[in-house]
């Protein structure tokens, strides 16, 4: 039994470490061009219900700070739109995660923010320094 507990606890601390964000939002994880195709998609498929200011400044940070990009990922992809939640294409979720980015004011970087979990993952929202 004990064995079992801590083989159990091990493959966790290991999933865990896996998981693990490895850069932050501060290092340049989106492009402008990909900032602007999230831009029209939020305004095309999002504004009925959202401001773009809710996803700025002290609600986002209140929100999402020290946490892994994943977790806004999961929120967006898995709910969003409430009317058809998941109906986007999953690129569209990034770009619009980078739009929430370029909203923040944070830099720019040469590659673009990949629509995927595992991306997201690598990724820790970080208050821009």
């Known amino acids: 039994m004990m064995a079992a507990a801590i083989a159990s606890y091990s493959i966790?601390?290991?999933a865990m470490a896996?998981?693990?964000?490895t850069r932050t939002t501060n290092d340049g994880v989106y492009t402008g061009?990909?900032?602007a195709r999230g831009k029209a998609v939020f305004e095309?498929?999002?504004?009925?219900?959202?401001?773009p200011s809710r996803f700025t400044?002290?609600?986002?940070?209140?929100a999402f700070n020290e946490k892994p990009m994943k977790e806004i990922w999961d929120i967006a992809?898995?709910?969003?739109?409430?009317d058809n939640p998941g109906?986007?294409?999953?690129?569209?979720?990034?770009?619009?995660?980078?739009?929430?980015?370029?909203l923040n004011e944070?830099?720019?970087g040469d590659a673009e923010l990949q629509g995927n979990a595992a991306a997201m993952a690598a990724i820790k929202i970080e208050k821009k320094k």
């Open 44 to 51: 095309s498929k999002c504004t009925g219900c959202h401001e």
């Open 77 to 82: 992809s898995g709910t969003m739109p409430e």
């Open 57 to 62: 400044g002290d609600p986002f940070y209140e």
């Open 12 to 14: 966790g601390v290991v």
């Open 87 to 102: 109906s986007l294409k999953q690129q569209e979720y990034g770009d619009i995660l980078a739009y929430f980015l370029s």
């Open 18 to 21: 896996a998981q693990a964000p």
């Open 33 to 35: 061009e990909q900032a």
């Open 106 to 108: 944070f830099k720019t």
